[in-house]
């Protein structure tokens, strides 16, 4: 059974992952609108990828015997000043999950609870993966700075993302 302590910070989790597919897929809602299919399924692609996560973590609750709480989830952003805002702000919002789930480990060694802490190992290593990607292709607009036709190169390149859920195994439940 799953301590009280770390089945709320787990709900709180499992909802942020959720906001986290809810700012992608406005993110991705908003490359629509300027054009840049590619970019725009990059963030479908990363939609996918933190329903994926919520849905681990939803999984992980129902196993150790805990109740999901889902709550309320606030409105992202919907507009942003040019294309490069958005993989900014993602980089950052990363940076914000990777402090999360650090801390959820925190919480999980001083509980002495081996389980929650072996599981998020998996997240740990993950978070790694996510702030890479997202950071990549902020460096690569920071490099073209207003070069349309390398901005529309990007496009192509983003466009071909595909989500591939991990491979079952260890903690790869989903």
């Known amino acids: 059974m799953i301590s009280d302590t770390m089945q709320a910070a787990i709900n709180e989790q499992i909802n942020a992952e959720l906001f986290s597919a809810y700012l ?14 590619g970019f725009a399924n990059w963030m479908r692609v990363q939609v996918q990828e933190e329903m994926f996560h919520a ?30 805002q958005p993989f900014t702000d993602a980089y950052h919002h990363e ?10 480990v925190s919480q999980a060694m001083e509980e002495r609870d081996y389980a929650t802490n072996t599981f998020l190992a998996w997240f740990v290593t993950e978070q790694v993966e996510e702030e890479a990607n997202t950071d990549a292709v902020v460096r690569q607009l920071k490099l073209i700075s207003d070069d349309r036709s390398a901005l529309f190169i990007i496009d ?10 991990p491979a079952a195994g260890a903690n790869a439940a989903g």
Do not use: C, H
């Open 55 to 84: 849905m681990k973590f939803y999984d992980y609750m129902i196993e150790r015997g805990g109740t999901v709480n889902l709550v309320t989830i606030d409105g992202p952003p919907t507009v942003w000043p040019d294309p490069a």
């Open 156 to 165: 192509r390149e983003l466009a071909t993302r595909v989500f591939v859920p």
């Open 95 to 104: 940076v914000e999950v990777t402090r999360r789930i650090y801390n959820l």
């Open 24 to 37: 992608y897929m406005s993110m991705s809602a908003y490359y629509q609108s300027v054009n840049l299919p």
